[in-house]
Antibody, heavy 118, light 107 residues
Framework: QVQLQQPGAELVKPGASVKLSCKAS????????IHWIKQTPGQGLEWIGP????????SYNQKFKGKATLTADKSSSTAYMQLSSLTSEDSAVYYC???????????WGQGTLVTVSA | DIKMTQSPSSMYASLGERVTITCKAS??????LSWFQQKPGKSPKTLIY???RLVDGVPSRFSGSGSGQDYSLTISSLEYEDMGIYYC?????????FGGGTKLEIK
């Protein structure tokens, strides 16, 4: 069965960067987009962007350009999102989701809680 | 960006009641709409896409409909396990955008 495994939590200092992982299994990793989504109590769900692991093509929500960088490693079936210059505004749960055929968000990871604190 | 206006933002309903949640897009999204259910502390679960196709394993009491700018999720007979927050997502055009959510509680 399809699974997307994400670490449960990351604690990072303001101004630092963090690289979140999303390890896929149960399907051919290169076949479907992996999307990244931010969830905060105040802002709800926000779409960051996708990466197509087959060729590494990415797209970004303008709001997250310069903040998020998406990459993928086909050899380990893992997608990554690096968040840079972290502030308290970046504290949130970050999910990865497999787009599925048609990009309708077929499967979701469990999410990584990122806490930015000194 | 396409704005997704979801309503109501919260609601109470009785067991066995028919429940409808709506999403209105700021422009035609060509039926590229999904619905998700999220329970406290859990990741969203996809229920419906495109916008009336039920995901495998989702109970048949859930259904989706709509076209153009207007879409709805219906639960034909509410069960206790249906409590949670429901979100819509348009995936017609980048940036994809979510509705603000509907918190469904049992009366």
């Amino acid at each position: 069965q399809v699974q997307l495994q994400q670490p449960g939590a990351e604690l990072v200092k303001p101004g630092a960067s963090v690289k979140l992982s999303c390890k896929a299994s149960g399907y051919t990793f290169a076949t479907y987009n992996i999307h990244w989504i931010k969830q905060t109590p105040g802002q709800g769900l926000e779409w960051i962007g996708p990466i197509y692991p087959g060729n590494g093509h990415t797209s970004y929500n303008q709001k997250f350009k310069g903040k998020a960088t998406l990459t993928a490693d086909k050899s380990s079936s893992t997608a990554y999102m690096q968040l840079s210059s972290l502030t308290s505004e970046d504290s949130a749960v970050y999910y990865c989701a497999q787009g599925g055929r048609g990009d309708w968000f077929a499967y979701w990871g469990q999410g990584t809680l990122v806490t930015v604190s000194a | 960006d396409i704005k997704m206006t979801q309503s109501p933002s919260s609601m109470y309903a009785s067991l066995g009641e028919r429940v409808t949640i709506t999403c209105k897009a700021s422009q035609d999204i060509n039926s590229y709409l999904s619905w998700f259910q999220q329970k406290p502390g859990k990741s969203p679960k996809t229920l419906i896409y495109r916008p009336n196709r039920l995901v495998d394993g989702v109970p048949s009491r859930f259904s989706g409909s709509g076209s153009g700018q207007d879409y709805s999720l219906t639960i034909s007979s509410l069960e206790y396990e249906d409590m949670g927050i429901y979100y819509c997502l348009q995936y017609d055009e980048f940036p994809y955008t979510f509705g603000g959510g509907t918190k469904l509680e049992i009366k």
